[in-house]
């Protein structure tokens, strides 16, 4: 009696570790936020930016400059017609960065929900609509937490350009949007450097 009873309860204990298995493997996903550690490597990085205002720091790719204010006005004109996600949110740049050698682009703003009661965005609703406008087989997402910072990153192949888009709020509770653009075939050249460029992000209060 006592060995059907040991075996019953083995049985048992068996099903509902499969079971929690399954259920582990069907929540984990494409929204999970999983911790990673970036390494830098400071020969690929330019000098520390610092933003107060929007609450963050980082240092560029090494030789993506910042460029005045000018070419930021034009990028920005340029975005008012094309909204980023559809017509539900708004994508700002506030500062742009080129490489002259490479001529990728980084360009740096906020999303806001494009409404005049400015309510908070809903981030995965922003990615959701992003992907898609990109066409969901163009796109790949990945959600982390580097250094307490949740960042939603996508990678979209569009053509013969690829960007790398960085999305996290930061300590105002403000989403920011960093985008990493470049030619497909200088990508591999740039990857690490752009990596390294994401490993020095911090917020500041």
Not at 46 to 68: A, I, Q, Y
């Amino acid at each position: 009696m006592k060995n059907k009873i040991a075996l019953k309860t083995a049985f048992i204990a068996a099903l509902i570790s499969v079971a929690l298995s399954f259920y582990s493997c069907k929540q984990k996903g494409e929204n999970d936020f999983e911790e990673i550690s970036i390494s830098v490597d400071k020969n690929r990085i330019g000098d520390e930016f610092v933003e107060m205002n929007l609450k963050f720091k980082f240092n560029p790719p090494k030789g993506w400059l910042l460029k005045p204010s000018e070419l930021t006005e034009k990028i920005v004109s340029r975005q008012k017609s094309e909204k980023e996600g559809g017509d539900s949110f708004l994508y700002k740049p506030l500062y742009v960065f080129f490489s002259d050698s490479t001529k990728g682009i980084l360009t740096i703003g906020t999303v806001d929900n494009n409404d005049s009661a400015k309510t908070a965005p809903q981030i995965q609703r922003y990615i959701d609509e992003l992907i898609a406008k990109y066409d969901r087989k163009n796109v790949t997402v990945q959600n982390f937490i580097k250094d307490k910072i949740m960042i939603s990153h996508l990678t979209i192949e569009k053509q013969s350009i690829a960007t790398q888009k960085m999305i996290f709020k930061n300590s105002d509770g403000r989403f920011i949007q960093f985008d990493y653009t470049l030619q497909k075939d200088m990508m591999p050249k740039e990857e690490k450097a752009i990596e390294s460029s994401l490993g020095t992000l911090k917020l500041v209060k």
